[in-house]
């Protein structure tokens, strides 16, 4: 089996911004096309809120923009269905273990912000239903899924330029609780030239 890399959505702005780190996303792809390795994206970069502050009206827009940017070949790996911030039909249904796993990986990455809409809610002191998701909740949560999207699809790297996955603090807990690696885009590509899977 070649070995499994996840882009998450700061891969994707990478290749749309033309960022220095675009090229080393654009090598990853073109290695899957060579079928020396598999690379797979995360749907829930969809939810995630653009530069103007509004999301993307459907998942064909969203799949629509990977295809201009080259990524339409690549598989896409379904997140938690949340409402308000997944796809109908682009995401998975949630169970105890699933939810269990989440909240794990929820407490390393943002250990200061509630798990659950109601709880950042009642720290904000605005009302669930009156509000949409709230920007810093959502970012978590988008940021959470797709690292649980990579867990629970069972791959291997992960690829982000997210700062946050990096910390010492974080990236060791994760790593100790999943397995697997994390790496940047260029991380990224010298483990595929070393052929070496450890992040």
């Not at 702005?13 to 995360?42: C, F, K, N, Y």
């Not at 409402?83 to 109908?88: A, E, L, R, S, V």
């Not at 982000?160 to 910390?167: A, I, L, V």
């Amino acid at each position: 089996m070649p070995t499994s890399f996840t882009l998450d959505t700061n891969c994707v702005i990478a290749v749309a911004d033309a960022r220095p780190e675009a090229q080393a996303v654009l090598d990853l792809v073109r290695a899957h096309e060579l079928g020396t390795i598999s690379v797979a994206l995360v749907a829930i970069s969809a939810s995630e809120r653009q530069k103007d502050g509004t999301t993307l009206n459907s998942f064909t827009h969203f799949k629509d923009r990977l295809a201009a940017l080259g990524l339409g070949q690549l598989e896409l790996l379904k997140p938690l269905a949340y409402f308000d911030i997944g796809y109908f039909d682009w995401c998975l249904l949630s169970g105890d273990e699933s939810i269990a796993v989440e909240r794990q990986i929820h407490e390393v990455l943002f250990p200061g912000i509630p798990f659950r809409w109601p709880d950042y809610c009642a720290t904000k002191g605005i009302a669930p239903e009156s509000s949409s998701v709230g920007t810093s909740w959502r970012n978590a949560k988008c940021d959470v899924q797709a690292y649980w999207s990579h867990v629970h699809h069972e791959r291997q790297i992960f690829v982000t330029s997210d700062s946050n996955f990096h910390k010492e603090s974080k990236r060791i807990p994760l790593l100790n609780k999943f397995g697997g690696g994390i790496a940047t885009p260029v991380e990224a590509i010298q483990l595929l030239r070393s052929g070496n899977n450890a992040a």
